[in-house]
């Protein structure tokens, strides 16, 4: 089966600096990895996701992403991080067979003043 | 504008008593899932959808059901039999067919207590 792993519960970083955010995945097959960002309360806001081509994702409010066939790992980055950036982030897989996504267990960011 | 609505975002039930949540969308969505959200416990697959009339059990099903009479509608009732229900629930649709990548649109979620 389809898996996501994210190893860190959570990452702090300080305003200004640059932050990734790790995944690593187990696929048969070719991969579709996606990266949501979730605040508060609310539901889950789509960031990037990478199906095929050139290995570096961009995505929404600054974000790409880093696909590593060798390695098996699909890191989310920025290079300047945002106080307003501190949220919960998953990483899921599409599973195989049909279109349902598998989470990782999510990544606090938090990012100081 | 186009998107996924779920009421009520907050809910409160007593032990024993089901209740229901509504998930509606106008994306014109083919698929639709439900999500149970713990703490730590990332996100988990109850029940999906990929079409009208028809659904399927995802990874922790026991407990819940559901309905599809309507493309745009997809309610989850949580029964008594459920031995854990408060959590946050999420409702998510997506395009299907060969063209789609999985991308899923979510709702913003309710938050069921039981007390």
């Known amino acids: 089966a389809q898996s996501v792993a994210q190893p860190e519960d959570q990452v702090n970083v300080a305003e200004g600096n640059p932050l990734t955010v790790k995944c690593t995945y187990s696929?048969?097959?070719?991969?579709?990895l996606f990266w949501y960002v979730q605040y508060p309360n609310r539901g889950l806001q789509f960031l990037l996701k990478y199906i095929t081509g050139d290995n570096l994702v961009k995505g929404s409010y600054g974000f790409e992403a880093e696909f590593n066939k060798s390695q098996t790992s699909f890191h989310l980055k920025k290079p300047s991080a945002l106080v307003s950036d501190s949220a919960l982030y998953f990483c899921a897989v599409r599973d195989t067979g049909f279109q349902k996504l598998v989470f990782g267990t999510g990544t606090r960011l938090l990012v100081s003043p | 504008d186009g998107g996924i609505t779920q009421s009520p975002k907050y809910l409160f039930r007593k032990e024993g008593q089901n209740v229901t949540l509504s998930c509606e969308q106008n994306?014109?969505?083919?698929?639709m899932y439900w999500y149970r959200q713990d703490p730590g416990q990332g996100l988990r697959l109850i029940y999906y959808s990929q079409i009208v009339n028809d659904f399927q059990k995802g990874d922790i099903a026991e407990g819940y059901s559901v309905s599809r009479e309507k493309k745009e509608s997809f309610p989850l009732t949580v029964t008594s039999a459920q031995k854990n229900p408060t959590a946050f629930y999420l409702c998510?649709?997506?395009?299907?067919?060969?063209?789609?990548?999985?991308?899923?649109?979510f709702g913003e979620g309710s938050r069921l207590t039981v007390l």
């Open positions: 998510a649709s997506s395009s299907s067919g060969r063209a789609a990548t999985g991308e899923l649109f």
């Open positions: 994306l014109n969505h083919d698929a």
């Open positions: 696929v048969s097959g070719n991969p579709y």
